[in-house]
């Protein structure tokens, strides 16, 4: 290997270890990881033994079980990988989530098997964003080949891999950070192939809980119901989500802020008046929302809307809170990297978008590190039936995706 064309070179060696990276992948993908339960730590050392392999030195970095216990989560352990290149120069994190979301009803493919049809992997988490270890891992290998036939690069690569993205990050990047286990310059996180993501939504959950009284079916009149009191909620809600529609963001690639209710239970049998009627919402909040607002005009929508009705109580309880990603100077060096390259491997122009997502990148730009999203993966969320049945990838956006990070990453260090 030369360093004549070093972006000759990356791309070579990619396309040389591409059988290497696809198995690399397919081994990630039969680790179930499903958040919720979230017991990821056998994930994370599959992961942390195939790193190995490649020679990397892995350090390993549990979540204590008192943190997990009140987070909700089983076994968390972060996998982050250094390799120095030479003095000076940036320390450039690259951050991907092995955890995913369980994988629900009506896959036509075994949703671990990592079945490959058609130039695609079918499998859980594939898309989102296991395909990122392995193109992150693989794109740092490329450099270090590279390096060995005497390039000379300045900085430090990290490979942050993580395992709690689906329940906030909080035990993921934001245990990092906090614990000072790292201190990047800039950073990059999991997304797809065909834009460059420089802001994201945020988001807030709550838990409703509204308190009636039981009371005979045969009698209703002895009994404060729970589900009437929770319809009023409801129809305020779902009334406030409506309007939100109109509420547009300047950001381009995110359109307004929504809300939803995603779950819900409650009630004693049949034939009895509900006492309790518990459920969770999501709200989504875009770049320009505030967050303290946000969260106070709904805690007054719901309990405004209980507020006439005898006998009824209501609870409310903050569940996560997750900001906005927001660009940051610096932000735009890693945007001209990716997307000059970007546009060489795949023939095309690519944007830098907002995304109505959150994710673990927030919590790099809340400690001043810019940062963007660029990975393996579709133009879009859908394609890669991402969190929904038959989640897939196109491999070819794997190799493609590879070789643009191992380039841009390239130059940062040059």
């Not at 990716?338 to 944007?351: L, N, P, S, Y």
């Not at 995304?355 to 999203?373: F, K, Q």
Request: glycine share 10%; proline share 6%.
């Amino acid at each position: 290997m030369t360093s004549v064309n070093p972006y000759e070179e990356l791309e070579r060696w990619i396309d040389a270890h591409r059988t290497g990276q696809i198995d690399f992948l397919r081994e990630l993908v039969r680790v179930p990881s499903d958040t919720p339960p979230g017991d990821n730590a056998p994930a994370a050392e599959k992961a942390a033994t195939l790193i190995t392999r490649l020679g990397f030195a892995v350090e390993r970095h549990p979540v204590p079980q008192a943190f997990l216990r009140d987070y909700g989560m089983q076994s968390v352990t972060n996998l982050i990988v250094r390799h120095r290149f030479g003095d000076g120069g940036p320390t450039v994190a690259l951050n991907a989530h092995g955890d995913v979301v369980p994988p629900g009803e009506g896959w036509t493919k075994p949703p671990y098997e990592a079945v490959i049809e058609n130039g695609r992997m079918y499998g859980r988490g594939v898309a989102v964003s296991k395909s990122d270890i392995a193109s992150y891992t693989y794109a740092l290998a490329a450099l270090r080949a590279l390096q060995a036939a005497g390039a000379q690069l300045r900085g430090t690569v990290e490979l942050h891999f993580t395992y709690d993205e689906e329940f906030g990050g909080f035990a993921g990047p934001g245990f990092l950070l906090s614990h000072k286990l790292t201190k990047p310059d800039l950073a990059l996180a999991a997304s797809f192939s065909y834009s460059v993501v420089t802001a994201h939504n945020g988001c807030l959950q709550l838990e409703v809980t509204i308190h009636g009284k039981s009371g005979h079916g045969a009698m209703p009149e002895t009994g404060r119901d729970a589900f009437r009191a929770g319809n009023a909620v409801l129809n305020a809600l779902y009334t406030e989500a409506d309007a939100l529609k109109a509420k547009k963001s300047e950001v381009k690639g995110i359109d307004h802020p929504t809300m939803i209710v995603g779950l819900m239970h409650g009630g004693i049998n049949t034939n009895v008046v509900p006492d309790r009627l518990t459920f969770r919402m999501d709200r989504r909040m875009t770049p320009e929302e505030d967050p303290a607002v946000v969260e106070s005009r709904l805690r007054s929508l719901i309990e405004g809307a209980v507020a006439s009705r005898d006998g009824i109580r209501v609870e409310i309880r903050r569940l996560l809170l997750a900001n906005a990603l927001k660009p940051l100077p610096g932000h735009e060096k890693l945007v001209g990297v990716i997307q000059r390259h970007a546009k060489r491997v795949f023939g095309e122009e690519i944007a830098a978008v907002g995304t109505p997502l959150y994710a673990d990148a927030r919590l790099y730009g809340e400690r001043g590190i810019p940062i963007v999203m660029y990975g393996a993966g579709p133009r879009t969320i859908a394609e890669s039936n991402a969190k929904r049945p038959d989640e897939n990838l196109l491999l070819e956006d794997l190799r493609r995706a590879t070789q643009v990070v191992a380039c841009a990453v390239h130059d940062l260090l040059r």
